[in-house]
């Protein structure tokens, strides 16, 4: 019984979303334009697309596992300041989003069917798919079936059936319904993986990443901040330094 309603009350254990009225008007001291885009069974997701005047490309960004919009949506300043436009999706069931999250390949249709809307708009060529925390299993999935210029990843898990394995050592396996193997899609992408973690990340553990790192290719890096927890590696200095020079290349 106990096993019954750890597997039927996981997304209870693993998404904490905003959730925002329809009428819910978002204000920035930015130009964006809000997105509906429509899933292929008629769910509508909501998201934010930022824009510069004279685009580099387009930063495709999925963010952690609490919040919404209206709190994420303050990362995009730090990539239209440097040339980029930004989108930013809310999964189903956060912000103005419909539905609810059901399993981990619902999850990752939804964000390629985001993807291919936007491919329309920017050349893949110019797309960086960006994941942070949550966000970096369905970002490195993405990557690992198109051809985005570059895939970044901050605070990334190994696979979130390791991370809970090094948490909750006694949860069985067989009870991970999203174990999210950022580990094995990694390898399947053919573009470049940078990889952000802060040293001092209290939820997902810097070690995850070191483990990360052994199925790089030669182009792929990871990036220790010094001093960083898990939560707004956007914001550090250095982060922002290192993002500008790899943006920049």
Known sequence: MAYGLLYAFQEKLLFFPEKLKSNFLFQFDQKFEEMNIR???????????????HPKGLIFYLHGNAGSLRTWAGVAEVFTDLGYDVFILDYRGYGKSE????????????VQRAYDVLKNRYP???????????GTGPASKLASVNQPKLLILQAPY????????HYFPIFPSFLHKYPFENFRHIQKCNMPVVIFHGDQDEVIYPG????????????????????QQ????TFNLEYQLKIKEILNR
Do not use: C, P, R, W
């Open 124 to 134: 893949e060529q110019q797309i960086i798919v960006l994941g942070y925390s949550m």
């Open 208 to 227: 995850s990443s070191i483990k990360l790192k052994a199925h790089f290719k030669e182009q792929d890096s990871l990036i220790m901040l010094s001093s």
């Open 158 to 165: 190994y696979s979130l059936s390791d991370l809970v394995k």
């Open 230 to 233: 898990h939560n707004g590696m």
């Open 39 to 53: 899933m292929s069974d008629g769910i509508t997701l909501n998201g934010l697309l930022f824009k510069t005047d």
């Open 99 to 110: 539905g609810v999250i059901q399993d981990e390949e619902q999850l990752y249709g939804d």
